[in-house]
Nanobody, 126 residues
Framework: QVHLAESGGGSVQAGGSLRLSCVLSGDPLMRYTVAWFRQAPGKEREGVAAIHSGIGRTYYADSAKDRFAISQDISKTTVYLQMNSLKPEDAAMYYC???????????????????WGQGTQVTVSS
């Protein structure tokens, strides 16, 4: 069983920054992907960014490119999402998720992930 815990959400003005953290614990997966998703009220959950833990390759949704950065610490137990130039449309509940390493085509699909955190709320005011 893998456990994930997000933190770092909050309220910022448009143009501001936040760094979200996702701490992984429990039984380690040998090769795995960690991804960030978000869900705004009335909208479907969407992938934002992902990282292959073993090789560190990163992936981004078009909405996140050039503004967000996903990274992991050296122990690979914490994954970060640095969010810059935040926009009101970035406001959502942000979740991290993990599962065994995913093919590139699946890596931002929420239905491909088994283990999820409880989420952290991001609010962006205009």
């Amino acid at each position: 069983q893998v456990h994930l815990a997000e933190s770092g959400g909050g309220s910022v003005q448009a143009g501001g920054s936040l760094r979200l953290s996702c701490v992984l614990s429990g039984d380690p997966l040998m090769r795995y992907t960690v991804a960030w998703f978000r869900q705004a009220p009335g909208k479907e959950r969407e992938g934002v960014a992902a990282i292959h833990s073993g090789i560190g390759r990163t992936y981004y949704a078009d909405s996140a490119k050039d503004r967000f950065a996903i990274s992991q610490d050296i122990s690979k137990t914490t994954v970060y999402l640095q969010m810059n130039s935040l926009k009101p449309e970035d406001a959502a509940m942000y979740y991290c998720a993990t599962d065994r390493a995913q093919p590139d085509d699946w890596i931002l699909l929420p239905q491909k992930y088994t283990y999820w955190g409880q989420g952290t709320q991001v609010t962006v005011s205009s």
